[in-house]
């Protein structure tokens, strides 16, 4: 198993260094736990060198990898088909040999609505997203196949937020619209999902707090944070003060790791096990 990435990318993902990729940590884990005689390996590949990675993935006898920012898009051009999911978001994290063909899947959304589903069922919910980027892009189009109602994108630049939009206004079952973010945002009283799928909060800005109206979140909503790093973001410190249902990043994170070692090996993995050794590595 492998991952290919890039250090500082990983690092900007985490606010870990490569030595102790948590995704690396996690799964090796789960390997032990499951009795499996498999490897998760963090490597690192440039740009220049994405197709020859690919392809020595292949002859090496590798079942799949993962791989992060910068090849989630540019992956796709040396792959032989993609998922549902990862061909709506035009990105992918998460690669399976099948049957001697590289598929790409996108797992990060996926791994958001597990962790979402453990608290509520996403479908006919009204979503707030903060963000437009990756994350927000495999969140919102996830929440959106599993049957959410509508989904609001607060987003600081309005390029990426009314691109987001369009997109799940053009492909998706669902009600998009998009609020630019230049100013403290009011959450609407209906809101049922609040997610924070920027990067505000991530290690080592851990006193960042979102700009939105203290008062507008209701104990009713719940609410979600990306962030793994620290996984007790203010996001999440205000919004269980104030009664609301919380996910932390590390659930997504989990769910993620569930979801590719299912596709890899075949085995649903224990949960508990993943996460124990994430919150080992966060400590
Ligand atoms: P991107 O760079 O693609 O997007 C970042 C987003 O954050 C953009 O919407 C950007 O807005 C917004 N943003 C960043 N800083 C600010 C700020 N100061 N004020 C307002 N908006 C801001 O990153 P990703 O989407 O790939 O990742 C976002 C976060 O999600 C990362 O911190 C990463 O750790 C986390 N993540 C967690 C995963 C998990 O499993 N828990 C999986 C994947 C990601 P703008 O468009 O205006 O620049």
């Not at 948590?22 to 390996?41: C, K, S």
């Not at 797992?107 to 589903?117: A, I, N, P």
């Amino acid at each position: 198993m492998n991952e290919l990435n890039f250090k500082q990318e990983l690092t900007a993902a985490f606010g870990q260094p490569i030595s102790e990729n948590p995704t690396q940590v996690m799964i090796e884990a789960a390997y032990r736990h499951h009795n499996l005689d498999w490897r998760y390996l963090t490597i690192e590949v440039g740009p220049d060198d994405l197709e020859a990675a690919v392809r020595g993935a292949k002859v090496m006898g590798f079942q799949g990898f993962n791989c992060t920012i910068p090849h989630k898009v540019n992956v796709i051009q040396y792959l032989d088909g993609l998922g549902e999911s990862a061909s709506l978001m035009g990105a992918v994290n998460c690669v399976v040999r099948r049957n001697g063909q590289w598929i790409g899947e996108n797992t990060d959304g996926k791994g958001f609505v597990s962790s979402l589903r453990e608290l509520t069922d996403p479908e006919n919910k009204k979503v707030v997203i903060f963000g437009a980027g990756g994350a927000a892009r495999a969140i919102s189009v996830e929440v959106a196949l599993a049957g959410s109602s509508s989904v609001t994108i607060v987003n600081r630049s309005r390029e990426r937020g009314e691109e987001l939009t369009n997109l799940l206004n053009d492909k998706l079952p669902v009600s998009a619209d998009f609020v630019a973010w230049n100013s403290t945002f009011s959450i609407p009283s209906d809101t049922d999902v609040v997610i924070n799928a920027t990067s505000i909060g991530l290690y080592p800005d851990i006193e960042a707090r979102l700009d939105f109206a203290h008062e507008s979140l209701l104990p009713n909503m719940v609410v979600a944070d990306v962030i793994p790093n620290p996984p007790s973001t203010n996001l999440v410190i205000d919004a269980r003060a104030k009664g609301c249902k919380v996910i932390d990043g590390l659930g997504m994170l989990v769910n993620q790791g569930v979801i590719g070692i299912k596709h890899w090996t075949g085995i649903d993995p224990d949960p508990t096990v993943m996460r124990t050794a994430l919150e080992e590595v966060f400590r």
